[in-house]
């Protein structure tokens, strides 16, 4: 008898586990490579995922104003494409440019005011002395900068190198982030040129992740983003724009870098006149009362103007409370940035949306048990 006789035959059970094994080690290894391609993907568009993100956003922003020129030059995409994206450059950087500027002009021009003593602050008030707690310490430091303005700040001055360095790095940053914003203009040119491919693919992600609600889930993304640019930034850069002029009118100094603060306090959701109502004050010490009171007139109309822009702007044509969009920008923005002001309005949009849809299919299920009972 051989030994091929002898052998046992295979069982069916071996046999099963030997091809499960076998698929199972070929789908670890197909996973495995998935994942390795997919890090690998996002290493090298790791750089460009910002201004893609921001490009898409600027496109979805600017796409009205990108129908209406379409409808003005004959229907060609790339010219209407290209006459967006050139007024957003303008609009970017004619602004930062002027900012610019002035920026360094009223720094340089106040460093040798200070260092040829030509800078005059007038002594302090007697009420100052009686302030609360801080009275006595202002006083003596304001009297003390009043005689002799250089010898005041000598104490202050690591303070003073230190908020130098941090302003210095603060523009190389402003300075790249700069460069950022026009590289993802280019990129938004170049969504809207291509508008129809753009729009399936962004709809085919959609239809991917939220099954038949795609298609109104990506259209409620792009609405809730164009309602955050008008009633955040855009409110945000009428206030600073509003101050600026009031600023540069009555010849406050630094007039540029105040407007760049106020900008920043009104896209992070603070009062403008956190800055403008200390300036206002400054103004009554050095200009006559009649230009004072209608710069801190000015100041306060500026503060307030964002209750009246924000409701019209603000949620505009969206079936959604404006409460959602404004905590979701201010809550995105505190946890991810400026890009948050947008991702965190649209995500928080979509789940109220979501858990929306959630209730109103929970409805008949409650109704159609109550009809049984």
Not at 295 to 306: K, M, N, P, Q, R
């Amino acid at each position: 008898m051989s030994s091929t006789e002898n052998t046992p035959p295979a069982t069916d059970s071996s046999r099963t586990g030997d091809d499960f094994l076998n698929r199972a080690v070929e789908t670890t290894v197909r996973i495995g490579l998935l994942v390795v391609l997919a890090m690998w993907c996002l290493d090298i568009m790791r750089p460009f995922i910002i201004p893609t993100a921001w490009g898409a956003i600027i496109a979805i922003a600017a796409y009205p104003g990108y129908r209406w020129l379409l409808g003005r030059t004959g229907g060609s995409a790339r010219l209407a494409a290209t006459l967006v994206s050139v007024a957003l450059l303008v609009t970017l950087i004619v602004p930062t440019t002027m900012l610019s500027g002035t920026l360094v002009s009223g720094i340089q021009g106040l460093s040798t005011r200070v260092h040829s003593g030509s800078v005059e602050i007038p002594p302090p008030p007697a009420s100052v002395a009686e302030w609360p707690l801080i009275g006595e310490s202002v006083s003596r430091t304001w009297a003390q900068a009043s005689q002799n303005l250089e010898r005041a700040l000598e104490p202050f001055l690591p303070q003073i190198k230190s908020i130098a360095g941090g302003l210095v790095s603060s523009m190389a940053g402003l300075g790249f982030a700069l460069f950022q914003f026009i590289f993802s203009i280019a990129i938004a040119g170049i969504f809207l040129a291509n508008e129809h491919a753009s729009l399936r693919f962004a709809r085919a992600i959609s239809a991917r992740i939220a099954g038949e609600r795609g298609e109104q889930f990506s259209d409620l993304a792009g609405a809730t983003i164009r309602s955050v640019a008008a009633g955040v930034l855009g409110v945000a850069i009428i206030q600073s724009v509003l101050a600026g002029v009031g600023m540069v009118v009555i010849g406050v100094p630094g007039a540029g870098l105040w407007t760049l603060i106020v900008l920043l306090c009104a896209v992070v959701q603070l009062p403008t006149i956190l800055i403008l109502g200390p300036i206002a004050g400054f103004m009554f010490t050095v200009q006559d009362t009649t230009p004072a009171v209608l710069f801190a007139i000015w100041s306060v109309l500026v503060g307030l103007s964002d209750n009246v822009l924000k409701p019209m702007l603000l949620g505009r044509g969206l079936d959604v409370p404006m409460i959602v969009i404004f905590v979701g920008s201010l809550g995105g923005m505190m946890s991810a940035g400026i890009i948050g002001l947008f991702v965190g309005a649209v995500v928080l949009t979509v789940g109220y949306k979501l858990f929306e849809a959630w209730l109103d299919q929970a409805e008949p299920d409650t109704e159609a048990a109550g009809d049984s009972s």
